[in-house]
């Protein structure tokens, strides 16, 4: 089955700075990649999400990689700000294999300093 | 549409007691995912369903679990007998099954047992 890793586990950088996490997959079927963001008290949200025919996606300051031969992908935010101060979680699903589950990654806690 | 509802919000329980957690995913939805979260493990999939019928239990820790899904409106997780170590956060997810898209989670129960 699909196994995701995720790093870091934890992240801080100063207000203004970038924020990368890293995932990696290990299922070649795996073809959808959603970055999920969770605040305290709640459940994951959707923040951005990328195609396996796709190898870049950008929505304002955020930003995800693909990289399909190597079976990593990445999340990117630029000029951090306190609200981004949240558990980061990369996945990865197979639309088309037999088994519609959405596997996470460990979470990436990001603090961001004033 | 509210979001996909999940109840009890917080459950506190002494070891050896029936425990039932309860969701009700967005209308139209086909999926439902039930979701573990602890600090040691992450987010893990205990199991889900496609269209009311269980698809894949492998994530279910052991028979103390337990979850069904009656209609397209309702599922519910059990754990009988409870134990300190099912203490935990408990999220629901629901999604289409056309196309591309994000899984969308509760608001999650967060389970005690003492």
């Known amino acids: 089955g699909e196994n995701v890793e995720q790093h870091p586990s934890t992240l801080s950088v100063q207000e203004g700075d970038s924020a990368v996490i890293k995932c990696t997959y290990s299922?070649?079927?795996?073809?959808?990649f959603p970055w999920y963001k969770q605040e305290l008290g709640k459940g994951p949200q959707l923040i951005i999400d990328?195609?396996?025919?796709?190898g870049e996606k950008k929505d304002q300051r955020i930003a995800v990689t693909l990289n399909k031969t190597a079976k990593h992908f990445s999340l990117h935010i630029t000029e951090t700000q306190p609200e981004d101060s949240a558990v980061y979680f990369c996945a990865a699903f197979g639309f088309y294999s037999s088994a519609s589950k959405i596997i996470f990654g460990s979470g990436t806690r990001l603090s961001i300093r004033p | 549409d509210a979001g996909v509802i999940q109840s009890p919000r917080h459950e506190v329980t002494e070891m050896g007691q029936e425990v039932t957690l309860r969701c009700k995913p967005i209308?139209?939805?086909?999926?439902l995912f039930w979701y573990r979260q602890t600090m040691m493990r992450g987010l893990e999939l205990l199991i889900y369903?496609?269209?009311?019928?269980?698809?894949?239990d492998s994530g279910m820790p052991e028979d103390r679990f337990s979850a069904k899904m009656p209609n397209a409106s309702f599922s519910t997780l059990k754990i009988q007998p409870s134990e300190p170590r099912d203490s935990a956060v408990y999220f629901c997810?629901?999604?289409?099954?056309?196309?591309?898209?994000?899984?969308?989670f509760g608001q999650g129960t967060r389970l005690t047992v003492v």
């Open positions: 209308s139209g939805h086909d999926y």
């Open positions: 990328i195609r396996s025919n796709v």
């Open positions: 369903f496609n269209n009311n019928v269980p698809i894949d």
């Open positions: 299922d070649s079927a795996s073809n959808y």
């Open positions: 997810a629901s999604r289409t099954g056309t196309g591309y898209t994000e899984a969308f």
